[in-house]
């Protein structure tokens, strides 16, 4: 019996620890929602103050947004098509200027999923050395470009293709 209670103790300390809110790693919410306290920043205190009229403020950002702050909206319930509606726990905490880490704590305790959002890495065309990126990642610069490689096999024909908008964008040396 003894060795029961102390399997369910460590079961239990392994799953608390296994979800621990780190801040580092819910990078979506915690530049979100600072984005988004700077935009309440600059309206009036009645509205600061009051957490219906954020949550106006809240809903409608959320439909201008990029597709993870997006996804983000979604998991708050901010948008058309939530199946959830946590925004209050976003609102109320806004409305007396609660810190935004802590905000994004209490939004991973209710659903861990929120922090798993990451933006997408952004390669600066200028700088990179474009020969050594992945095929992954050259297409996808090729797609944000309105391009495409159709017949494409080698890596070699997909660098030629970032190469020259990389030049067209002003980089000199290739």
Request: hydrophobic content about 35%; charged content about 30%.
């Amino acid at each position: 019996m003894q060795f029961f209670h102390s399997l369910l103790l460590l079961c239990l300390v392994l799953l608390t620890s296994a979800v621990k809110y780190d801040p580092a790693k819910c990078e979506v919410c915690i530049t979100f929602l600072t984005k988004f306290r700077a935009t309440l920043d600059g309206l009036d205190n009645s509205i600061q103050s009051d957490h219906t009229k954020i949550d106006t403020v809240l809903r409608k950002e959320c439909k201008t947004t990029q597709p993870k702050d997006e996804r983000f909206c979604w998991y708050i319930g901010a948008t058309e098509t939530s199946a959830t509606g946590m925004t209050q726990m976003v609102t109320k905490p806004m409305s007396f200027h609660k810190p935004v880490e802590k905000i994004c704590g209490e939004l991973h305790k209710k659903d861990a999923s929120i922090c798993d959002l990451k933006y997408e890495k952004q390669i600066d065309l200028k700088t990179v050395n474009i020969k050594k990126l992945k095929v992954k990642d050259l297409k996808k610069i090729l797609e944000q470009h309105g391009q495409n490689c159709k017949g494409c096999t080698e890596k070699s024909e997909y660098v030629k293709k970032v190469e020259a908008i990389a030049a067209s964008q002003g980089r000199s040396e290739l």
